[in-house]
């Protein structure tokens, strides 16, 4: 009877491990609702779990030079990220998951910013004495604000497909054009027009 026993509290014992393990495995739709949170509150250390932070926080536009942003500045954009997680599929090794991304209208922040940073610069230019670096800096971080704060009300959607796929029991995402493109609020899409138009 003893023995019987013994062996019924390591089944129950066991099957309440699987049970407590397998609630805290992540599904590929948490995962996506992880890493777009972790994009809008600027918390780098979750969003590090799935995928290169550098691949999201790093601007590049072939067709000019983009000053670097600080961290306040990128915060100012994410934070008015909202999304809706709508359906996923498999398709081979990876999860697709469906997201509707909303978001400050960056293209045409952008094209402000840097309408007003060439005229800054070439005012500069003709400056008998030059700001200095700091000053220079200051006054730039001050026309992304502006540019940033006159298209707050002006907001694009774009639905696109999150590509996640796991390395042992962790959510990766790959990173995708399609992806950074929504996030960023068309910015990747507006450059590519332009590099077209050239």
């Given at each position: ?32 609702e ?21 691949e ?15 961290t306040?500045?990128?915060s100012?954009i ?6 809706k ?28 910013f ?13 400056e ?20 940033l ?17 796991q ?32």
């Open positions: 009877m003893r023995k019987r026993m013994k062996w019924i509290m390591v089944f129950l014992l066991s099957f309440s491990l699987i049970a407590c393990s397998g609630s805290k495995i992540e599904t590929a739709e948490q995962a996506a992880s890493i777009l949170m972790s994009i809008k509150t600027g918390d780098l250390r979750t969003l590090g779990r799935y995928v290169d932070t550098k999201i926080f790093t601007v590049e536009t072939p067709t000019m030079e983009v000053p670097e942003l600080d306040s500045q990128f100012a994410f934070e008015k990220l909202d999304y997680i709508n359906s996923s599929t498999i398709e081979g090794d990876f999860t697709l998951v469906k997201v509707e991304i909303t978001t400050v209208d960056m293209a045409a922040t952008f094209q402000q840097l309408t007003e940073m060439f005229k800054f610069a070439f005012e500069q230019a003709f008998a004495e030059t700001m200095s670096e700091p000053e220079v800096e200051e006054k730039i971080a001050a026309l992304f604000k502006t540019a704060d006159d298209h707050q009300d002006k907001r694009v959607t774009n639905t696109v497909d999150m590509k996640l796929y390395e042992g029991q962790q959510w990766k995402l790959e990173i995708e054009n399609e992806f950074l493109n929504a996030i960023m609020g068309n910015l990747l899409e507006a450059n590519g027009q332009q590099r077209g138009n050239e």
